[in-house]
């Protein structure tokens, strides 16, 4: 199993990003997939995720603001990221694993993680 997270950086409040997670080694289609982030000295938090299915799931701070996606056919999931905040500013974790995941342990496998920083 990989899942390999990328589309971080450094961008001004207000501003949006892209991440992107390429998953390879399991059964993507038939997968429930999550975002989370962890903000510098704090815990985990679920930040999106989806069923097989496709219903989509959102943290109330994150509705509205954030869109997740996937692409079955490059086995690809998607978070774009809008009017950000520099409380948005963590590292952003790919991982397989239901909506609403609250500690490491409610997810089967993670990615490496993207840096986002929102900062003027």
């Known amino acids: 199993v990989q899942l390999v997270e990328s589309g971080g950086g450094l961008v001004q409040p207000g501003g949006s990003l892209r991440l992107s997670c390429a998953a390879s080694?399991?059964?993507?289609?038939?997968?429930?997939m999550s975002w989370a982030r962890q903000a510098p000295g704090k815990g985990l938090e679920w930040v999106s995720g989806?069923?097989?299915?496709?219903?989509?799931y959102y943290a109330d701070s994150m509705k509205g603001r954030f869109t997740i996606s996937r692409d079955n056919a490059k086995n690809t999931v998607y978070l774009q990221m809008n009017s950000l905040k520099p409380e948005d500013t963590a590292v952003y974790y790919c991982?397989?694993?239901?909506?609403?995941?609250?500690?490491?342990?409610?997810?089967?496998?993670w990615g490496q993680g993207t840096q986002v920083t929102v900062s003027s």
């Open positions: 989806f069923y097989s299915d496709g219903s989509t």
């Open positions: 991982a397989i694993g239901p909506p609403y995941g609250s500690s490491w342990y409610d997810f089967a496998s």
């Open positions: 080694g399991f059964t993507f289609s038939s997968s429930a």
